[in-house]
């Protein structure tokens, strides 16, 4: 680890405030991503006003939002891994043939991004993308990565602030969260109902390199009106787990 008088207090500030758009909260005031971040207004502004100046912002007199030069910090990342280019392919074919959108993530902490995407039809209310993240807690791709974690530190991301319910679905009791993942680790796959958005439901598995280390997740997503939460695995899961089994031998790590 770097001693802390090697380390950029500003550079580090500015990340943060960067990090508090998301496709909920795209267009935000000083006052708004101060909250977010924890950081007083006074450095949130000069943050603020430095990205603007230097293209990463746009502002209109009161509020905030990111320019797509910001994509220049993610696309960079992304085209240095190995994992997107090696299962987009594939996630493609996997789309087209289940008539689905399908979608393969990592964890990031307690969030899951998205680093492949199938779209046959939107599924979700906010455009889901390389790079759009989700709280890990409610999505069968997070259920599914959490699973794969020590149960004492998937404990601590359970109990660091109080989950939000995104719907009146949703299981934010941490108790009830780690007795479902207990489920999905049994089964080896998660099945979402309508947890993360009322309408949507979702399979998921883990994608395992070839060590046997849960490195991703794959999942199909799909309306809620087209099929029943307990039909999923039924009709999904086979074309899922060959997929899985296909890159088990593939995946880095």
Do not use: W
Not at 49 to 67: M, P, R, V
Not at 109 to 136: F, T
Not at 188 to 205: C, H, M, N, P, T
């Amino acid at each position: 680890m770097a001693a802390e008088r090697d380390l950029m207090g500003g550079l580090a500030k500015g990340l943060r405030v960067i990090e508090t758009f998301t496709a909920e909260r795209p267009r935000q005031s000083i006052s708004e991503v101060s909250a977010a971040c924890d950081m007083d207004r006074a450095t949130v502004r000069r943050c603020l006003l430095t990205l603007a100046h230097e293209g990463y912002a746009d502002y209109d007199g009161k509020f905030f939002t990111l320019t797509p030069r910001v994509l220049r910090l993610g696309t960079a990342c992304l085209a240095t891994m190995p994992l997107p280019q090696i299962v987009q392919p594939m996630l493609d074919a996997l789309s087209e043939a289940i008539g689905e959108s399908s979608s393969v993530s990592i964890l990031d902490g307690d969030e899951i991004v998205y680093v492949a995407r199938a779209a046959q039809r939107r599924v979700m209310s906010i455009a889901l993308m390389p790079g759009s993240r989700l709280p890990a807690f409610c999505t069968s791709m997070g259920r599914v990565l959490l699973a794969a974690l020590p149960e004492a530190e998937v404990r601590v991301l359970l109990e660091a602030a109080p989950l939000p319910a995104r719907t009146p679905k949703t299981l934010t009791d941490p108790g009830a969260i780690l007795a479902e993942l207990a489920r999905v680790r049994a089964q080896g796959y998660a099945v979402i109902d309508e947890e993360v958005e009322l309408g949507l439901r979702s399979l998921a598995v883990p994608l395992v390199s070839a060590r046997g280390r849960t490195v991703a997740a794959l999942n199909v997503g799909l309306a809620a009106s087209r099929m029943e939460a307990g039909a999923l695995a039924g009709h999904f899961l086979p074309a899922l787990q060959e997929l899985q089994a296909r890159l088990r031998g593939l995946l880095p790590g």
